[in-house]
């Protein structure tokens, strides 16, 4: 009964040992298997919108380039896990030096081809010297059915405080953490 107990407990510790080593592994597989996608875009406000009234843009499609980003990073469509989005921000481009004093609040929503349009990042009080880049708040959904199609749209809901005298040509950078399987790894 003895000698049982000895090999088990020498078999426990030997796997408990590899387990240990095996883990450290994982994790830096994990990180081969995520990555970021950018995307850029650019709307204008134009200066004929009222103050404390809500006002919708819509950007042009994006194009994902989804399949050749995941191409290059080693992964195909069926092969991602999720999509968040992590980071989005916005930017004055034009008139030059001008800043958000404007803008009371901001919305954004995505959509694409056969899905719900979805809301992802929003600003509910820009504050008194906003500055002329602002960085949105992001929801945690997983976007990864809108990030796999060809292409998607962007709806921007504004509030402002103010009377705009001229458009404003707003930049907005956005970051995807994508996390996926390398070629079913």
């Given amino acids: 009964m003895r000698m049982i107990s000895k090999i088990w407990s020498g078999c426990f510790i030997t796997v408990f040992a590899l387990g240990l080593m095996i883990m450290p592994g994982c994790k830096q597989i994990d990180k081969l298997t995520q990555?970021?996608?950018?995307?850029?875009?650019?709307?204008?406000?134009?200066?004929?919108?009222?103050?404390?009234?809500?006002?919708?843009?819509?950007?042009?499609?994006?194009?994902?380039?989804?399949?050749?980003?995941?191409?290059?990073?080693?992964t195909r469509k069926d092969l991602i896990e999720e999509i968040v989005l992590k980071e989005m921000t916005m930017e004055v481009?034009?008139?030059?030096?001008?800043?958000?004093?404007?803008?009371?609040s901001v919305e954004i929503f995505i959509s694409a081809e056969d899905l719900d349009e979805q809301k992802i990042a929003w600003k509910d009080d820009t504050g008194t010297n906003p500055g002329s880049k602002i960085?949105?708040?992001?929801?945690?959904?997983?976007?990864?059915?809108?990030?796999?199609?060809?292409?998607?749209?962007?709806r921007i809901k504004t509030v402002t405080d103010e009377l705009l005298l001229s458009d404003y040509d707003i930049k907005i950078d956005s970051k995807f953490f994508v996390d996926a399987k390398i070629l079913g790894v």
């Fill in 135 to 154: 960085e949105l708040e992001t929801s945690s959904a997983d976007l990864k059915d809108y990030i796999k199609k060809d292409s998607f749209t962007l």
């Fill in 35 to 74: 990555f970021n996608m950018d995307y850029e875009e650019t709307v204008t406000i134009p200066s004929t919108i009222g103050i404390n009234v809500p006002f919708n843009m819509f950007t042009p499609d994006i194009t994902t380039n989804s399949e050749e980003t995941f191409e290059i990073n080693d």
């Fill in 93 to 104: 481009i034009n008139p030059a030096g001008e800043d958000f004093s404007f803008l009371k």
